[in-house]
């Protein structure tokens, strides 16, 4: 596992967890102390928590209830304090460094709030940064990250730079970014809390796109029950603890910024935002 550079984590995925139809996340009785003594805060109480492939998740939660502490952990940027997570049929618990990092790069990505695009760089060059980092070579990671850009709907703007992009179309190519390694698992922390409800609208439609086209494991921490209603499960933490977990009923549809079926087909929208002053 160590050894797997696989970008489309075709390699990683072969003969294991999806083949045999395990679980993406396993988790059981992850915990997650801050600092030590009195001061200690217990951000994880014990999380128990089972996520299957292609499913599409909304982690709810207020302020403090370790909604983020949890993504950390889910996309092994952190390592609980206790418990044992098995990620793809891997135990992930312990793993540090550079296998961490490594498996990280091919099977999660990150969607945040903010939105960090490189100013100097062009959308695809934005797009074409994780795939460098791993080494890909030049040809093969302009082709990737073009394919990407076509999956959420903003091929024609691969030359822009992000200060000629909206703020919808920046959180697009940031996606881009994070689907051009081919994941698994998309991990986005409160996605459209900086986009007015039409851009966060679009996103969402995006999420429910990939989700059903490349069978991504969306899991979205949000505030809003409306963002949350576009899942298909709404999972509830308080106090470090889950309290609920649901299927979501009366699931909501986002329209897609993608329109027809075929990922590179040219969206009513997109074909819009092409007339906007660059
Ligand atoms: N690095 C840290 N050191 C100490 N305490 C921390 C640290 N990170 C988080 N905490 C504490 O752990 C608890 C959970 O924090 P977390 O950031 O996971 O909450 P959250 O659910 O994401 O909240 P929000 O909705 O405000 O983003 C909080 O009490 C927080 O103060
Ligand atoms: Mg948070």
Do not use: C, W
């Amino acid at each position: 596992m160590a050894e797997n550079r696989g970008l489309d984590g075709v390699g990683d995925r072969e003969g294991s967890d999806a083949a045999q139809g395990t679980r993406l996340i396993e988790m059981r009785g992850i915990a997650k102390r801050y600092g030590s003594g009195p001061a200690a805060v217990m951000a994880l109480a014990g999380v128990d928590l089972d996520v299957g492939h292609a499913e599409m998740v909304a982690l709810l939660g207020p302020s403090g209830s370790g909604k983020s502490t949890l993504m950390h952990i889910l996309g092994l940027l952190d390592r609980p304090s206790d418990g044992r997570y098995r990620l793809g049929g891997v135990d992930v618990t312990r793993l540090r460094g550079g296998r961490a990092s490594r498996l990280r790069g091919s099977r999660v990505a990150f969607v945040f709030q903010a939105i960090h695009l490189l100013p100097g760089l062009t959308a695809l060059a934005n797009v074409e940064l994780p795939l460098a980092y791993a080494r890909m070579p030049r040809a093969a990671r302009r082709e990737r990250a073009r394919r990407a850009l076509e999956q959420v709907g903003l091929g024609h703007l691969a030359a822009r730079y992000p200060n000629q992009l909206s703020g919808g179309q920046a959180q697009r190519v940031a996606i881009a970014r994070a689907i051009a390694p081919g994941p698994q698992l998309l991990l986005a922390d409160e996605p459209t809390g900086a986009l007015d409800r039409r851009s966060g609208e679009t996103v969402l439609g995006l999420f429910q796109d990939l989700h059903r086209r490349l069978g991504l494991t969306i899991i979205t921490v949000t505030h809003d029950p409306v963002v949350a209603q576009h899942a298909e499960r709404a999972i509830r933490l308080e106090d470090g603890r889950i309290v609920a977990d649901e299927a979501v009923v009366g699931r909501l549809r986002a329209p897609s910024p993608l329109g027809a079926d075929d990922p590179g087909a040219a969206p009513t929208e997109s074909a819009r935002e092409e007339k906007a002053p660059a």
